[in-house]
Nanobody, 125 residues
Framework: QVQLVESGGGLVQAGGSLRLSCAAS????????MGWFRQAPGKERVFVAA????????NYANSVKGRFTISRDNAKNTMYLQMNSLKPEDTAVYLC??????????????????WGQGTQVTVSS
């Protein structure tokens, strides 16, 4: 079992930066693929980025490539999402998730087994 808590969201102007954190509890964190998703009001939950258990493999949605960086610190049971050059269309609730997958980096929300409550990111124009 893994419990996830996001933090670091807020209001920022377009072009600004935010760093999200996802703190995990549960002894299996270091063996889980982890991911970030986002969900805007009235829209589906969409994939943002994911990272393998070792941090050696990464995957990004095309819409955030070159602007967002995912990372993890297994010693601290924490995952991060550094978001730069933010755009108004990045506005959403950002959720972290953990998957029991060990050798793949899924982009499908249904492949993730544990979810946080989310943190709001609002980018003003």
């Amino acid at each position: 079992q893994v419990q996830l808590v996001e933090s670091g969201g807020g209001l920022v102007q377009a072009g600004g930066s935010l760093r999200l954190s996802c703190a995990a509890s549960g002894r299996t964190f270091s063996s889980n693929t982890m991911g970030w998703f986002r969900q805007a009001p009235g829209k589906e939950r969409v994939f943002v980025a994911a990272i393998s258990w070792s941090g050696g493999s990464l995957n990004y949605a095309n819409s955030v490539k070159g602007r967002f960086t995912i990372s993890r610190d297994n010693a601290k049971n924490t995952m991060y999402l550094q978001m730069n050059s933010l755009k108004p269309e990045d506005t959403a609730v950002y959720l972290c998730a953990a998957s029991n997958a060990k050798f793949t980096i899924p982009t499908y929300a249904g492949s993730y087994n544990y979810w946080g409550q989310g943190t709001q990111v609002t980018v003003s124009s």
